[in-house]
């Protein structure tokens, strides 16, 4: 028996995105790294009891802010994979709106040597579509894509030239690579700090109209058919675009998108007492659009589940609620998140994990999202039930350098216990490894 073997026991072991889909009270052998078995009754050089918890793919997030580099005050690249790990990613991708921008090779680099040293989780570049994300000139898209870039996007600043956007789309193409769309028409939207309805006309906040956001899909589709070009929509949140998005999948347009756990869980009801924390963009939208948004995730039509993580210092949120800077914290929460519409019955506990491990990777096209025989062990362990208290003490505390998030304080159920990254442990709430 091989000492560095190590047996993960009696869990219930499950991968949605598996050929043959894999759920079964089982033992996971990893050895070098890898997963070398999948049965009962194994044996290794460390025996580490997971009855009662679930054993999952490592989970991966297409959208995250790791502020690093130039706003490290906020984040930074070990704090943020440290956040990443606590929440059960093994598998992050990192938005470009840095300072400098990531629009060339050498901040590229940069990010990946930053996040080599690190060693928390694997951290995969996003490039920037146009040079400052600027919307003016085309970034050097072969020099990042060489480097290591799996995606390109303006993030939060929409490509508004149609124009520049079919060429963004044709070049990418070029190199298989998936463009990212933060889908708002700034001439609908004009620069409001919340969902226009209801709520924002009761409490006089500028707002921008949910057709800003499925105006922009509507466009962007139309020249994706065009060019025959990979296409995802970031943060869906409206009703609408949720319906464009399927129309296109129906008609074999090659779209994927996301929905982050915010916007399933809130609505605009949440930005009533002026709260900060609860400013996002898009903007938490109406309870129909929530539910559009759940039954698209249900259906398929929503490819996965990202959390849009944004930390923010209190300089950029303890401020009026229009001039206060959009986002909010979603590693460590968004897990727990999305394990309470799993109780409450409106999402299968497999689409939930799938939305989270197999959906992105296959949206992206990157490696993991799946537990199988040879395959690197970037694995989950999860306790559905185990309370969490964001932000609390001890092992409830955050770890990302900022703590914007509206559920500051709140106790949730459901937590990441251990997450392992090739095998070795980066997050072990309960000490299992000591």
């Known amino acids: 028996m091989d000492p560095g073997d190590l047996v993960l026991r009696g869990g219930r072991v499950f991968d949605p995105a598996a050929p043959r889909p894999l759920d079964q009270v089982a033992d996971v052998k990893i050895a070098n790294g890898r997963i070398v078995e999948i049965g009962r009754g194994l044996v290794g050089g460390r025996m580490i009891d997971v009855r009662d918890l679930w054993v999952v793919p490592g989970l991966i997030d297409l959208h995250v802010h790791l502020r690093e580099p130039g706003q490290e005050y906020k984040e930074d690249i070990e704090t943020g994979t440290r956040a990443a790990a606590a929440g059960g990613f093994t598998q992050i991708c990192c938005m470009p709106n840095t300072k400098p921008v990531n629009d060339q090779k050498s901040v590229t680099q940069l990010i990946l040597l930053r996040a080599r040293q690190a060693g928390i989780v694997r951290v995969r570049p996003i490039g920037a579509i146009t040079q400052g994300l600027e919307g003016k000139a085309l970034a050097d898209i072969a020099e990042m894509k060489e480097a290591g870039i799996v995606a390109i996007s303006d993030d939060g600043r929409p490509v508004m030239n149609a124009g520049l956007m079919r060429r963004a789309f044709e070049y990418a193409r070029t190199f298989d690579l998936p463009v990212v769309q933060h889908a708002e028409d700034l001439d609908l939207s004009e620069g409001g700090a919340m969902n226009e309805g209801a709520v924002s006309t009761r409490i006089g906040i500028r707002a921008q109209p949910a057709c800003a956001e499925s105006a922009m899909v509507a466009r962007d589709l139309e020249i994706v058919e065009w060019t025959g070009a990979r296409y995802h929509v ?161 092992g409830d505390a955050l770890k990302s350098k900022s703590h914007n998030t509206p559920f500051l304080g709140q106790t949730l159920a459901g937590r990441a216990v251990l997450t392992l990254l090739d095998g070795r442990p980066v997050h072990d709430l309960d000490g299992r490894f000591r």
Do not use: W
């Open 234 to 394: 970031a943060h869906v949140s409206t009703a609408r675009t949720v319906a464009l998005i399927r129309d296109a999948k129906r008609r074999g347009l090659n779209v994927t998108c996301e929905v982050t756990p915010h916007h399933l869980a809130l609505t605009d009801e949440a930005c009533s007492h002026y709260d900060t924390r609860a400013k996002v963009m898009p903007p938490l939208r109406t309870t129909a659009d929530q539910e559009a948004l759940l039954e698209g995730l249900v259906d398929g039509t929503i490819d996965c589940i990202a959390t849009d993580h944004a930390p923010h210092s209190p300089v950029e949120k303890d401020v009026e609620f229009e001039c206060a800077a959009p986002g909010m914290l979603g590693l460590e929460t968004a897990l727990p998140i999305i394990l309470d519409f799993v109780r409450m019955g409106t999402l299968d506990d497999k689409r939930a994990i799938a939305a989270l491990t197999g959906g992105p990777a296959r949206a992206f096209g990157l490696p993991g999202g799946g537990l199988t025989v040879g395959a690197v062990a970037d694995i989950c362990v999860i306790d559905p039930e185990r309370p969490y208290t964001v932000g609390g003490s001890g």
